[in-house]
C-alpha cells in the first residue's frame, strides 16, 4: 500500500515538474503590454509596461503608428516600461502596441489604447461616464420589480398552502 503511495506522489511530482519546465522557458518571452491611459488626446502621454526578462535587455523596444519607436528601460528584472508621446497629428481610433525585445521576440497588444480628438475628462482617473447609464438602470429595474413579482407569487402559494 505504501508502494502505491509513494509511486503517486512521485508521478504528480514529475508531472508537476514536466508541466513547468515549458512555462518556465517562457519567462523570457514578453507575455503582458499594459498601456495606461487607455484613453487618451493627442499629445499625451502614455506608460507602456512589458513583462519578459527578454525586454530587459538592450535592443528592447516598443513601437505604435501613434508614437515613434522607443527603447524600452529594464524594470524590476521582469520586464521593461517606456514613456512615450503620443503624436500630435494621430487620427482619433484605436491603436496596436508592438514590442520587440532581446534578439527578436516579439508581442502585439491589439486595441491597446485609444486617441480622441481633444482632451479627456480630468478627475476620476480621466472616466468620461459617471454612473449607471439609462440602459444599467433599466436592466436594474427590471430584475427588481421581477424579484418582487417572484417573491409576491411564491408568498401568496405558501399561504394558499398553509390554509389547506
Not at 7 to 27: Q, R
Not at 38 to 51: F, H, K, P, S
Not at 68 to 91: I, Y
Amino acid at each position: 500500500m505504501r508502494t502505491y503511495r509513494a509511486l503517486a506522489v512521485s508521478a504528480a511530482a514529475v508531472a508537476a515538474v514536466g508541466l513547468a519546465a515549458p512555462a518556465a522557458s517562457a519567462w523570457t518571452d514578453p507575455t503582458n503590454i499594459t498601456v495606461t491611459p487607455r484613453v487618451i488626446a493627442r499629445g499625451g502621454q502614455l506608460t507602456i509596461t512589458v513583462d519578459g526578462t527578454a525586454c530587459t535587455m538592450d535592443h528592447s523596444f516598443v513601437s505604435s503608428n501613434a508614437f515613434p519607436k522607443t527603447r524600452l528601460m529594464p524594470r524590476d528584472s521582469v520586464g521593461g516600461k517606456a514613456t512615450v508621446r503620443v503624436n500630435r497629428d494621430a487620427r482619433p481610433g484605436s491603436y496596436d502596441v508592438t514590442v520587440r525585445c532581446g534578439e527578436g521576440k516579439s508581442l502585439t497588444k491589439p486595441d491597446a489604447f485609444t486617441v480622441i480628438h481633444g482632451g479627456v475628462q480630468g478627475g476620476l482617473g480621466g472616466s468620461s461616464t459617471v454612473g449607471a447609464t439609462p440602459s444599467d438602470m433599466a436592466i436594474g429595474g427590471g430584475l427588481v420589480g421581477a424579484a418582487l413579482l417572484g417573491g409576491g407569487v411564491f408568498w401568496m402559494r405558501r399561504r394558499a398552502e398553509s390554509r389547506a
